[in-house]
């Protein structure tokens, strides 16, 4: 399997959830000893990944040094409308200092006025600039029509993402059981869904994984392993 793969993870409805998800700390007060005690709790539990601003990435990757646990980390985060020559510059710092995968939000102005081939282009350029690490993109669905949403899904599978991911967590709203559906539906497993946005416990992470999702971003990891552990 190269790099560039999505890891589509198999049924696990009532497994341990920890290699599902991604904690994340995307506020915009973040500070470093927060990013440190993310990281603790990741190897603590075993999640797949921590989800990071840029900033924090280089102090993850060495406190995370020897464990399974990845760093994930954001561009054109979280409206989108950085120019691609940008985001190609990030993305490539980003895995210059050990992302093993990057989180990048589309240009949402071109998608609401159609232009999916300009949307194309800007994912496809960072897809070029992660060399082998794995890329998810947002489409923010909260601001999309189903059809949309099919059409805008269909453009990163085109792209060579590994990965659509429903929401910033800025938005309007975050994941929905309907939208994680739809999306999984449209990549029929070609690649991975990410539901992300407003998933605060077990529940809704179940919900989310029965949809379709195959990787759930959420600040609330450790209580819902906590909840995991009280049901066992």
Known sequence: MSESTPIIVPDMLGGNPARLIDQTLLKPRTCIQ???????????????????????VSRAVACLYGSEVRVVSVVGFPCGYDTTACKVQQAAELVSQGCAEIDMVIRLGAALDGTLDEVEEDIAQVVLATCGARLKVIIECCYLT????????RTVMR????????STGFGSSG???????????TA???????????IRNLADLRLMQRAG??????????????QWVAGQ
Request: glycine share 12%; proline share 4%.
């Open 146 to 153: 189903p059809a949309q949403k099919v059409a805008l899904t």
């Open 175 to 185: 994941a929905s059981e309907g939208d994680v559906r739809l999306l999984a539906e």
């Open 188 to 198: 029929a497993g070609k690649i991975g869904i990410k539901a992300a946005g407003g």
């Open 34 to 56: 927060e990013v440190e005690q993310l990281c603790e709790e990741a190897v603590e539990w075993g999640f797949y990944a921590v989800c990071i601003p840029p900033l924090f």
């Open 159 to 166: 792209a060579g993402a590994a990965y659509v991911k429903t």
């Open 213 to 226: 999702a195959t990787r759930i971003g959420t600040s609330s990891g450790a209580v819902i392993m906590q």
